[in-house]
């Protein structure tokens, strides 16, 4: 392990030993616009914790402690996911995800949701303008993503306010009848247990309904609260510019049509820095670098998952990827790799036998970040550098 993931991991176990090992509680309802907040509840073993810290635990305890922080979290991640739209969309969702179903395993299967799953709501395009797109299906498509294997869906997007607050609130009531959990509002930390170990996982985006990409210092403090009370933080973000020229990430903001899309360098490794063990991105609608950065990784962008004629799939951005990590409970990286895809028809994911993902991160890796670039074999394992 590093040092700072050994400094890390201490501090974690510092700040629970004046803590029963108890239950944690998401309370996740939304009220009106407003948005829902990880609460968690904690009792404390005896009044005096100081005290209690500084004896010795017994050995069963540390036996246990021991144990838990040895285990493996599996993490599957995935990048931008529609179900189509107004003017297009598939008859039987799960027929759209039925080939990719096989990769999307794991204690925590994560995708970002850039379809409003709602009957409602007033369309960001009412207005007209050949240069809006606003993507909706019904709400029971929820039970599809559920059915793929998604267990979380990142609402931090520029398409999850297609309809407005209306839709927004629809989306998240449709998922949640199907079982599967949201991130990505403002304030909103989403907490998972997998046999005792706690998993934060942070949504962010340049948007208001989000939490927001774009306040660096905002978005470390959030990170900060999640490492208190979790003992993995995975981040994702929708954030960078987007289409076929924007497959390179360097250092410096990003902008799309005019609009402010982040600096996804400086915000990746503020969040490392401030305790994400696991950062995926998303957002350009293709595929980007790999980072080691500090003894985590970080994936720049994970492209297009899945579409049904909203997105433009042609060329680079029908290249997509699985990003599958195993995780010990301290946050070390026990393995990794990348199930390349490939979106066929109107953008249907499948397994890609020519394996071009593999090829096209190795080289963005190596030319955009250097030697912070982590080694990606073609087994599709990811190794550190050096590694």
Same mark, same amino acid.
């Given at each position: 392990?590093?040092?700072?993931?050994?400094?890390?991991?201490?501090?974690?176990?510092?700040?629970?030993?004046?803590?029963?090992?108890? +239950?944690?509680?998401?309370?996740?309802?939304?009220?009106?616009?407003?948005?829902?907040?990880?609460?968690?509840?904690?009792?404390?073993?005896?009044?005096?914790?100081?005290?209690?810290?500084?004896?010795?635990?017994?050995?069963?305890?540390?036996? @246990?402690?021991?144990? #838990?922080?040895?285990?493996?979290?599996?993490?599957?991640?995935?990048?931008?996911?529609?179900?189509?739209?107004? @003017?297009?969309?598939?008859?039987?969702?799960?027929?759209?995800?039925?080939?990719?179903?096989?990769?999307?395993?794991?204690? *925590?299967?994560?995708?970002?949701?850039?379809?409003?799953?709602?009957?409602?709501?007033?369309?960001?395009?009412?207005?007209?303008?050949?240069?809006?797109?606003?993507?909706?299906?019904?709400?029971?498509?929820? =039970?599809?993503?559920?059915?793929?294997?998604?267990?979380?869906?990142?609402?931090?997007?520029?398409?999850?306010?297609? $309809?407005?607050?209306?839709?927004?609130?629809?989306?998240?009531?449709?998922?949640?009848? @199907?079982?599967?959990?949201?991130?990505? =509002?403002?304030?909103?930390?989403?907490? *998972?247990? *997998?046999?005792?170990?706690?998993?934060?996982?942070?949504?962010?985006?340049?948007?208001?309904?989000?939490?927001?990409?774009?306040?660096?210092?905002?978005?470390?403090?959030?990170?900060?609260? @999640?490492?208190?009370?979790?003992?993995?933080?995975?981040?994702?973000?929708?954030?960078?510019?987007?289409?076929?020229?924007?497959?390179?990430?360097?250092?410096?903001?990003?902008?799309?049509?005019?609009?402010? +899309?982040?600096?996804?360098?400086?915000?990746?490794?503020?969040?490392?820095?401030?305790?994400?063990?696991? *950062?995926?991105?998303?957002?350009?609608?293709?595929?980007?670098?790999?980072?080691? $950065? #500090?003894?985590?990784?970080?994936?720049?962008?994970?492209?297009?998952?899945?579409?049904?004629?909203?997105?433009?799939?042609?060329?680079?951005?029908?290249?997509?990827?699985?990003?599958?990590?195993?995780?010990?409970?301290?946050?070390?990286?026990?393995?990794?790799?990348?199930?390349?895809?490939?979106?066929?028809?109107?953008?249907?994911?499948?397994?890609?036998?020519?394996?071009?993902?593999?090829?096209?991160?190795?080289?963005?890796?190596?030319?955009?970040?250097?030697?912070?670039?982590?080694?990606?074999?073609?087994?599709?394992?990811? =190794?550190?550098?050096?590694?």
């Amino acid at each position: 392990m590093s040092s700072s993931g050994q400094s890390r991991a201490a501090s974690r176990s510092a700040q629970q030993r004046g803590r029963r090992r108890a +239950r944690a509680t998401v309370l996740a309802a939304a009220v009106g616009s407003c948005v829902a907040v990880a609460v968690f509840v904690y009792t404390r073993d005896t009044p005096n914790a100081a005290s209690q810290a500084a004896a010795p635990e017994p050995a069963r305890t540390v036996a @246990a402690r021991s144990a #838990r922080f040895n285990a493996i979290v599996r993490i599957a991640a995935v990048g931008d996911t529609t179900l189509g739209s107004d @003017a297009s969309r598939p008859s039987r969702p799960s027929a759209l995800l039925r080939r990719a179903r096989p990769f999307l395993v794991g204690d *925590v299967v994560l995708g970002n949701l850039e379809t409003a799953l709602t009957n409602g709501g007033s369309s960001k395009c009412a207005a007209g303008g050949s240069s809006c797109f606003s993507f909706r299906a019904p709400p029971s498509f929820a =039970r599809a993503l559920a059915g793929a294997g998604f267990t979380v869906l990142n609402l931090a997007n520029n398409h999850a306010n297609d $309809y407005g607050p209306t839709g927004r609130q629809q989306t998240v009531k449709a998922l949640r009848a @199907a079982g599967l959990r949201t991130t990505g =509002r403002p304030g909103e930390i989403t907490v *998972v247990r *997998v046999e005792g170990t706690r998993i934060a996982i942070l949504g962010f985006a340049p948007y208001p309904w989000a939490q927001d990409a774009l306040d660096l210092s905002g978005a470390a403090t959030l990170v900060r609260r @999640a490492a208190q009370r979790a003992d993995l933080v995975i981040v994702t973000a929708h954030i960078g510019a987007e289409g076929s020229a924007a497959t390179h990430v360097r250092p410096g903001p990003e902008t799309f049509l005019g609009e402010q +899309r982040g600096n996804p360098m400086a915000f990746a490794h503020r969040v490392v820095n401030a305790g994400a063990d696991l *950062v995926a991105m998303h957002g350009p609608h293709v595929l980007r670098a790999l980072e080691w $950065y #500090r003894g985590r990784l970080i994936a720049y962008s994970l492209g297009n998952f899945s579409a049904f004629g909203n997105f433009n799939i042609a060329g680079s951005g029908g290249i997509s990827a699985v990003l599958q990590a195993d995780l010990h409970s301290d946050g070390r990286l026990a393995k990794a790799r990348l199930v390349p895809l490939v979106l066929l028809g109107k953008g249907e994911p499948v397994a890609d036998p020519s394996r071009r993902a593999l090829t096209v991160v190795r080289t963005l890796s190596r030319s955009d970040i250097g030697q912070r670039a982590p080694r990606v074999l073609s087994s599709g394992e990811i =190794r550190p550098p050096g590694g």
